[in-house]
C-alpha cells in the first residue's frame, strides 16, 4: 500500500522554488494524495494542474482515469495551449480546457478541481439560486485579497455538461461575468478554484470545501429544529 505523505505548507512552497515540471507533478501528486485522504477526490473524481511556463504557455496536469489516492508522478503529464501532452505518456484529463481557460482568463498559476460530498449536494440545493452566498466567516480571510469577515463571496454555479467545449465556454462566460470569484461549483460534480500558485490554491479548496460542510451542516441542523 502506498504510505500518504501530509502535505504541509512550507514543504509546498520550497518545492515550487525551484520551477520545473518533476517538481510541479511532484507536489500535485502530493496534493492529490492529500485532498482523497481528506474525501475530498475519492476514486478517479477531481483533477489538477499547474503552470509549467507562460510563454509558451505548459500545464503539468492530472491524467484522465487516475485514482487520486494512489496518484504518482507517472500519472502527471505536460500539456501545450491545445491540451496536447508533450511530456509524459499518458491521455490528460477530459477536463484540461476547462484549467486552460482558467488559466487565461484568470492568470492562475494552479487550477484545483474538488469533488466532495458537500460540494456535490450545495451545488444541486442551490441550483435554483444559480450560485451561493458566503458571507460573515472568519475562513473567507483566507482567500486572496479578503481582508475581513464581512465579505461576501459569490460562487455560481454551471450547469453540467459531458460537451467540454460548451462545459468550457460556460467557464469562460462564468469568469467574465463574475470577475472576483475565487471558484465555482459545476452542478452536481464539485468545486474549482485556483491560485496565483499551487500553496495558494491549495488554500482557496481547504476554505471552500470547509465553508461548504459548514453551509451544509447549518442547513441541515436548521431543517431539524436545533
Not at 134 to 139: I, R, S
Request: one cysteine or more.
Amino acid at each position: 500500500m502506498t504510505k500518504t505523505v501530509p502535505v504541509r505548507e512550507h514543504d509546498v512552497k520550497d518545492e515550487l522554488a525551484a520551477p520545473g515540471f518533476p517538481i510541479l507533478a511532484r507536489a500535485l501528486a502530493e496534493v492529490s494524495r492529500n485532498f482523497y485522504d481528506r474525501g475530498w477526490v475519492m476514486g478517479t473524481s477531481g483533477n489538477f494542474s499547474a503552470v509549467v511556463s507562460r510563454d509558451p504557455l505548459r500545464l503539468a496536469i492530472t491524467s484522465t482515469g487516475a485514482d487520486k489516492g494512489l496518484l504518482s508522478v507517472e500519472q502527471i503529464v505536460q500539456i501545450d495551449p491545445a491540451g496536447k501532452t508533450i511530456e509524459g505518456s499518458r491521455r490528460p484529463s477530459d477536463e484540461a480546457r476547462l484549467h486552460l481557460a482558467i488559466v487565461r482568463k484568470r492568470g492562475a498559476g494552479a487550477v484545483l478541481h474538488t469533488h466532495s460530498i458537500w460540494a456535490t449536494l450545495l451545488s444541486e440545493i442551490f441550483a435554483k439560486e444559480g450560485g451561493i452566498d458566503l458571507e460573515g466567516y472568519e475562513m473567507l480571510k483566507g482567500l486572496a485579497r479578503v481582508r475581513t469577515h464581512a465579505h461576501k463571496e459569490w460562487i455560481p454555479l454551471i450547469e453540467n455538461a459531458q460537451d467540454v467545449a460548451v462545459l468550457s465556454r460556460s467557464v469562460e462566460d462564468t469568469l467574465e461575468q463574475h470577475p472576483n470569484c475565487h471558484g465555482f461549483l459545476i452542478r452536481r460534480h464539485g468545486l474549482y478554484t485556483w491560485g496565483q500558485d499551487l500553496v495558494e490554491a491549495k488554500r482557496h479548496v481547504e476554505i471552500l470545501e470547509f465553508l461548504f460542510e459548514v453551509v451544509g451542516r447549518t442547513m441541515s441542523a436548521s431543517a431539524k429544529g436545533l
